[in-house]
């Protein structure tokens, strides 16, 4: 079983900058995707940035030019880098991650973090 460690997150002002962390644990697991999705009030869970083997790097069109996303410099971490934050950034940003349980098990499995607010005021 994996397990997720959210970072980051708070309370800024628009046009600021915050990071966050996402780094997964367990034992022999293999990493096929990972990223944030967020959920603002009232609204749809939405992708945010994605780091996916199979096809690459994935962003909200509202996210693009402003967000990246990298891997860390510890195994099986995400950095989410975000830059001009707006208002309408801010919501409850989760990680999630889909993965092989081991090199035995062909059937990927979904983990998703407990979440961290991000709050962005004009």
């Known amino acids: 079983q994996v397990q997720l460690a959210e970072s980051g997150g708070g309370s800024v002002q628009a046009g600021d900058s915050l990071t966050l962390t996402c780094a997964a644990s367990g034992s022999g697991f293999k990493i096929i995707a990972m990223g944030w999705y967020r959920q603002a009030p009232g609204k749809q869970r939405e992708l945010v940035a994605s780091?996916?083997?199979?096809?690459?790097?994935n962003f909200a069109d509202s996210v693009k030019g402003r967000f990246t996303i990298t891997r860390g410099d510890a195994e099986d971490t995400v950095v989410l880098q975000m830059n001009n934050l707006k208002p309408e950034d801010t919501a409850v940003y989760v990680c999630?991650?889909?993965?092989?349980?081991?090199?035995?098990?062909?059937?990927?499995?979904?983990?998703w973090g407990k979440g961290t607010l991000v709050t962005v005021s004009s």
């Open positions: 780091l996916d083997i199979r096809d690459g790097r």
């Open positions: 999630a991650t889909e993965y092989l349980p081991s090199v035995d098990n062909p059937s990927p499995k979904e983990y």
